[in-house]
C-alpha cells in the first residue's frame, strides 16, 4: 500500500464476526482483509447492514471477532485482555461518532483534553495550540456543549480524537448529523488532519461527498470487502454504489425466478 511512511496504521486479516445463534444468527463479517496505511484517509462504504460499522468497532478494539486477527500498529488487538483493550482505546485510537459524544458538564477545553488526563498524560500545549487554531475553535473553548453549534461540537470531537495523536482516528458517520456546511468543514478539517499531520483516518459514511475527502473508499456489500477505489470523486462513489444496486437487485431477481 502507497504511503508516505509505507506503515500500516491497522489492518484485519480473514476477520469473521457473527452475531447470535440459530436462526437468528447473522454473519456480520464473512472473513475480510484490509490494511489501513498510515497517513491514509479511507472511507468506508457498502449498503445498509454490509458491515461497515461491525468492521470498524473490530479495527477498534470495541468489539471481538470470532475468527481473524486485527492489527493496530505493531498491536495485536485479538490478542488482549480486557485492560490491554482499554489501553489500547486510550492510548492508540481517537473515536469520532455521529452523535458528538461529548460531555455536557464539560467546556470544549475539558472535553478535548479529557483523554489525555484519563491517562494522566500532559498534553503538549503547542500541540494543543496548532489543533484548536485548525478547527477554529480558539474563541469557543470556555463554552459547553449545549452553547456550541452542532458543526462546532463535532469539530471539539475532533479536536479531542486528533489532541492524543492516535495511531489511527475511527470516524463513524461524523457529518451524518450535520447540515451540508457544517459537514464540510469537519471533512476539511479531517483531510487537513490527514495532509499536514499525518494522520491515519478511517471513516464509515453513507454520503459519497464524504467519501470524495478520502484518498481511497472500501466498499463492502454483504460483509465481504468487493472493491476499492483510489482518489475518489462523488460522482464515481455514486456510480460505484449504482453498480451495486444494479448487482444485488439483480441477484434477488434471480433468486425468486
Ligand atoms: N449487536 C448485534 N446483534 C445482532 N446483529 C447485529 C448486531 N450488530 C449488527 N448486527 C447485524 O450485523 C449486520 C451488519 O451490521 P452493521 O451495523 O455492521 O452494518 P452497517 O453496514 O454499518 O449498516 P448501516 O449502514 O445500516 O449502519 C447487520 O445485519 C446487522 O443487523
Known amino acids: 500500500m502507497t504511503t ?3 506503515k500500516t496504521a491497522a489492518r ?3 476477520v469473521w464476526k457473527v452475531y447470535g445463534t440459530g436462526e437468528a444468527q447473522v454473519i456480520a463479517l464473512h472473513g475480510v482483509t484490509a ?3 498510515a497517513g491514509q484517509f479511507t472511507a468506508i462504504m457498502g449498503p445498509s447492514g454490509s458491515g461497515k460499522s461491525t ?3 473490530c479495527l477498534a478494539g470495541l468489539d471481538f471477532t470470532n475468527r481473524g486477527e486485527i492489527h493496530v500498529g505493531d498491536t495485536n488487538v485479538t490478542g488482549l485482555s480486557d485492560r490491554g483493550l ?3 482505546r486510550r492510548d492508540k485510537v481517537g473515536f469520532i461518532f455521529q452523535q458528538f459524544n461529548l ?3 464539560l467546556t470544549a477545553e475539558e472535553n478535548i ?11 503538549d500545549r503547542a500541540w494543543f495550540d496548532q489543533v484548536i487554531d485548525t478547527v477554529g475553535l480558539r474563541d469557543r473553548l470556555h463554552h459547553k456543549p449545549t452553547e456550541l453549534s452542532g458543526g462546532q461540537q463535532q ?22 448529523n450535520l447540515d451540508s456546511r457544517a459537514g464540510s468543514e469537519v471533512l476539511k478539517f479531517l483531510r487537513r488532519s490527514v495532509d499536514e499531520f499525518q494522520q491515519t483516518i478511517v471513516m464509515v459514511t453513507h454520503d459519497p461527498v464524504a467519501a470524495s475527502y478520502a484518498d481511497r473508499v472500501l466498499f463492502l456489500a454483504d460483509g465481504q470487502v468487493v472493491d476499492e477505489m483510489f482518489d475518489p470523486t462523488a460522482d464515481r462513489v455514486l456510480d460505484e454504489l449504482k453498480r451495486f444496486d444494479e448487482v444485488v437487485g439483480s441477484a434477488k431477481n434471480e433468486g425468486i425466478q
Open 4 to 6: 508516505a511512511t509505507g
Open 12 to 14: 484485519a486479516t480473514d
Open 35 to 37: 490494511e489501513f496505511a
Open 55 to 57: 468492521l470498524m468497532h
Open 86 to 88: 482499554t489501553k489500547l
Open 103 to 105: 460531555l455536557p458538564t
Open 113 to 123: 483534553l479529557l483523554p489525555l488526563s484519563i491517562g494522566k498524560r500532559k498534553p
Open 155 to 176: 469539530r471539539v470531537a475532533c479536536a479531542r480524537a486528533l489532541v492524543q495523536r492516535p495511531e489511527v482516528i475511527f470516524a463513524d458517520e461524523p457529518t451524518g
